[in-house]
Protein backbone atom coordinates (compact mmCIF):
# COMPACT_ATOMS: atom_id res chain seq x y z
CA UNK A 1 0.00 0.00 0.00
CA UNK A 2 0.79 3.34 -0.81
CA UNK A 3 2.61 5.53 2.07
CA UNK A 4 0.06 8.15 0.88
CA UNK A 5 -3.01 6.35 2.24
CA UNK A 6 -1.88 6.48 5.62
CA UNK A 7 -5.65 6.87 7.62
CA UNK A 8 -3.18 9.27 10.20
CA UNK A 9 -3.47 12.34 7.38
CA UNK A 10 -5.72 14.46 6.22
CA UNK A 11 -7.46 14.41 2.77
CA UNK A 12 -5.27 17.38 1.84
CA UNK A 13 -1.99 15.76 3.02
CA UNK A 14 -3.36 12.60 1.36
CA UNK A 15 -3.24 14.00 -1.96
CA UNK A 16 -0.29 15.66 -1.53
CA UNK A 17 1.81 13.02 -0.32
CA UNK A 18 0.04 10.65 -3.36
CA UNK A 19 1.11 13.86 -5.85
CA UNK A 20 4.56 13.49 -4.34
CA UNK A 21 5.01 9.67 -4.98
CA UNK A 22 2.94 9.77 -8.45
CA UNK A 23 5.32 12.84 -9.71
CA UNK A 24 8.70 11.24 -8.56
CA UNK A 25 8.08 8.47 -10.05
CA UNK A 26 6.33 8.95 -13.27
CA UNK A 27 7.27 12.58 -13.86
CA UNK A 28 4.92 15.76 -14.05
CA UNK A 29 4.20 15.13 -17.70
CA UNK A 30 2.95 12.02 -17.22
CA UNK A 31 1.17 11.97 -13.86
CA UNK A 32 -2.72 12.74 -13.58
CA UNK A 33 -4.68 13.76 -11.21
CA UNK A 34 -7.08 10.74 -11.74
CA UNK A 35 -3.99 8.69 -10.78
CA UNK A 36 -2.91 10.74 -7.92
CA UNK A 37 -6.78 10.61 -6.42
CA UNK A 38 -6.61 6.74 -6.85
CA UNK A 39 -3.51 6.75 -5.13
CA UNK A 40 -4.47 8.68 -2.47
CA UNK A 41 -7.74 7.39 -2.21
CA UNK A 42 -10.24 10.05 -2.69
CA UNK A 43 -11.71 11.62 -5.72
CA UNK A 44 -10.39 13.63 -8.99
CA UNK A 45 -13.08 16.14 -7.69
CA UNK A 46 -11.68 16.19 -4.19
CA UNK A 47 -8.08 17.00 -5.36
CA UNK A 48 -9.37 19.66 -7.52
CA UNK A 49 -11.04 20.98 -5.01
CA UNK A 50 -8.13 21.24 -2.79
CA UNK A 51 -5.38 22.27 -5.05
CA UNK A 52 -7.63 23.72 -8.44
CA UNK A 53 -4.86 22.38 -11.31
CA UNK A 54 -2.09 20.06 -11.69
CA UNK A 55 0.46 22.46 -11.51
CA UNK A 56 -1.29 24.45 -8.30
CA UNK A 57 -0.56 20.80 -6.64
CA UNK A 58 2.94 20.78 -8.01
CA UNK A 59 3.57 24.24 -6.41
CA UNK A 60 2.13 22.98 -3.17
CA UNK A 61 4.83 19.74 -3.14
CA UNK A 62 7.19 22.35 -4.14
CA UNK A 63 6.54 24.05 -0.78
CA UNK A 64 5.99 21.10 1.19
CA UNK A 65 9.31 19.64 0.31
CA UNK A 66 11.15 23.06 0.91
CA UNK A 67 9.33 23.76 4.22
CA UNK A 68 10.48 20.01 5.04
CA UNK A 69 14.28 20.55 4.52
CA UNK A 70 14.48 23.82 5.74
CA UNK A 71 12.81 22.61 9.69
CA UNK A 72 14.94 19.39 9.80
CA UNK A 73 18.28 21.06 8.58
CA UNK A 74 17.92 24.41 10.70
CA UNK A 75 16.78 21.53 13.71
CA UNK A 76 19.89 19.54 12.97
CA UNK A 77 22.13 22.42 12.92
CA UNK A 78 20.61 24.22 16.23
CA UNK A 79 19.98 21.30 18.55
CA UNK A 80 23.64 20.54 19.51
CA UNK A 81 23.46 16.67 18.25
CA UNK A 82 23.86 14.79 15.67
CA UNK A 83 21.40 12.52 14.29
CA UNK A 84 21.91 8.79 13.51
CA UNK A 85 21.62 8.39 9.75
CA UNK A 86 19.82 5.38 9.33
CA UNK A 87 17.51 5.38 12.82
CA UNK A 88 16.23 9.12 11.54
CA UNK A 89 15.34 7.64 8.28
CA UNK A 90 13.64 4.79 10.09
CA UNK A 91 11.72 7.57 11.79
CA UNK A 92 11.12 9.39 8.73
CA UNK A 93 9.42 7.41 6.26
CA UNK A 94 8.19 10.49 4.29
CA UNK A 95 12.58 11.46 3.12
CA UNK A 96 12.80 8.80 0.46
CA UNK A 97 9.21 9.91 -1.66
CA UNK A 98 10.41 13.82 -0.92
CA UNK A 99 13.87 13.27 -2.13
CA UNK A 100 12.62 10.75 -5.15
CA UNK A 101 10.79 13.91 -5.84
CA UNK A 102 13.16 16.37 -5.75
CA UNK A 103 15.55 14.52 -8.25
CA UNK A 104 13.00 13.85 -10.71
CA UNK A 105 12.53 17.78 -10.71
CA UNK A 106 15.71 18.64 -11.02
CA UNK A 107 16.30 15.75 -14.03
CA UNK A 108 12.97 17.26 -15.83
CA UNK A 109 14.92 20.79 -15.91
CA UNK A 110 13.18 24.13 -16.92
CA UNK A 111 11.33 27.00 -15.11
CA UNK A 112 10.55 24.08 -11.57
CA UNK A 113 13.99 22.62 -11.84
CA UNK A 114 15.64 26.76 -11.84
CA UNK A 115 13.14 27.48 -8.98
CA UNK A 116 14.12 24.53 -6.68
CA UNK A 117 17.65 25.64 -6.71
CA UNK A 118 17.24 29.26 -6.42
CA UNK A 119 14.85 28.75 -3.66
CA UNK A 120 16.99 25.69 -1.91
CA UNK A 121 20.01 28.52 -2.27
CA UNK A 122 17.98 31.06 0.12
CA UNK A 123 17.53 28.15 2.45
CA UNK A 124 20.80 27.13 2.77
CA UNK A 125 22.25 30.46 3.00
CA UNK A 126 19.30 30.66 6.32
CA UNK A 127 20.52 27.31 7.53
CA UNK A 128 23.63 27.78 7.61
CA UNK A 129 23.20 31.17 9.23
CA UNK A 130 21.19 29.51 12.16
CA UNK A 131 24.05 27.13 12.56
CA UNK A 132 26.72 29.93 12.32
CA UNK A 133 24.42 31.54 15.66
CA UNK A 134 24.43 27.99 17.18
CA UNK A 135 28.03 27.63 16.87
CA UNK A 136 27.95 24.66 15.12
CA UNK A 137 28.67 25.82 11.85
CA UNK A 138 31.89 27.66 10.57
CA UNK A 139 31.79 31.46 9.87
CA UNK A 140 32.38 32.56 6.28
CA UNK A 141 33.27 35.77 4.90
CA UNK A 142 30.75 34.96 1.68
CA UNK A 143 27.70 33.00 3.14
CA UNK A 144 26.14 33.59 -0.53
CA UNK A 145 29.07 31.63 -2.27
CA UNK A 146 29.08 28.87 0.39
CA UNK A 147 25.33 28.62 0.29
CA UNK A 148 25.19 28.22 -3.92
CA UNK A 149 28.31 25.59 -3.28
CA UNK A 150 26.72 23.57 -0.15
CA UNK A 151 23.26 23.82 -2.28
CA UNK A 152 25.13 22.09 -5.68
CA UNK A 153 26.96 19.83 -3.87
CA UNK A 154 23.69 17.90 -2.11
CA UNK A 155 22.18 18.04 -5.17
CA UNK A 156 24.91 16.87 -7.35
CA UNK A 157 24.76 14.22 -5.09
CA UNK A 158 21.04 13.28 -4.88
CA UNK A 159 21.36 13.17 -8.83
CA UNK A 160 24.25 11.05 -8.93
CA UNK A 161 23.07 8.85 -6.01
CA UNK A 162 22.76 5.53 -7.76
CA UNK A 163 26.41 5.93 -9.02
CA UNK A 164 27.62 7.10 -5.47
CA UNK A 165 25.58 3.75 -4.24
CA UNK A 166 27.29 1.66 -6.68
CA UNK A 167 30.62 2.43 -5.55
CA UNK A 168 29.61 2.14 -1.59
CA UNK A 169 28.26 -1.29 -2.29
CA UNK A 170 24.92 -1.24 -2.90
CA UNK A 171 21.96 0.37 -5.20
CA UNK A 172 20.77 2.95 -3.01
CA UNK A 173 21.83 5.40 -0.05
CA UNK A 174 19.19 4.71 1.44
CA UNK A 175 20.40 1.02 2.59
CA UNK A 176 23.25 -0.79 3.97
CA UNK A 177 26.32 -0.94 3.51
CA UNK A 178 26.06 2.03 1.33
CA UNK A 179 24.21 4.10 3.45
CA UNK A 180 26.54 3.42 6.25
CA UNK A 181 29.71 4.39 4.07
CA UNK A 182 28.13 7.42 3.14
CA UNK A 183 27.24 8.60 6.27
CA UNK A 184 31.06 8.03 7.35
CA UNK A 185 32.88 9.40 4.15
CA UNK A 186 30.37 12.62 4.86
CA UNK A 187 30.96 13.04 8.22
CA UNK A 188 34.29 12.99 7.66
CA UNK A 189 34.96 15.08 4.74
CA UNK A 190 32.05 18.10 6.81
CA UNK A 191 33.83 17.79 9.93
CA UNK A 192 37.81 17.48 9.20
CA UNK A 193 38.34 18.70 5.73
CA UNK A 194 40.28 17.47 2.67
CA UNK A 195 43.21 19.42 2.19
CA UNK A 196 46.15 19.61 4.71
CA UNK A 197 49.86 20.32 5.06
CA UNK A 198 52.07 22.73 2.85
CA UNK A 199 49.26 22.26 0.00
CA UNK A 200 46.65 23.44 2.50
CA UNK A 201 48.49 26.50 3.48
CA UNK A 202 49.41 27.03 -0.28
CA UNK A 203 45.57 27.36 -1.47
CA UNK A 204 44.46 29.44 1.54
CA UNK A 205 47.36 31.72 1.15
CA UNK A 206 45.79 32.47 -2.73
CA UNK A 207 42.54 34.35 -0.71
CA UNK A 208 44.35 37.34 1.67
CA UNK A 209 41.07 39.52 2.51
CA UNK A 210 37.34 39.02 1.96
CA UNK A 211 35.82 37.91 -1.15
CA UNK A 212 34.88 40.61 -4.12
CA UNK A 213 31.80 39.44 -5.24
CA UNK A 214 32.42 42.15 -8.30
CA UNK A 215 35.67 40.12 -9.19
CA UNK A 216 33.89 36.38 -8.49
CA UNK A 217 36.72 36.14 -5.97
Do not use: W
Amino acid sequence: MSSASGTGLTARARIRAAAIETFGQAGYSRATMRAIAARAGVSAALVVHHFGTKEGLREACDEHLLAFIRSEKISAYTSGSVPTLSVYLAEHPEVRPLYTYLRRVLAEGGRPATAMFDRMVNDVDAILTAGEAAGSVRPTDDPQARAALQTAIGLGLLVLEAHLARHLGGDTLFEEPALGRYARAALEFYTQGLLTGTFAEQAAGQFSGPPDPARGL
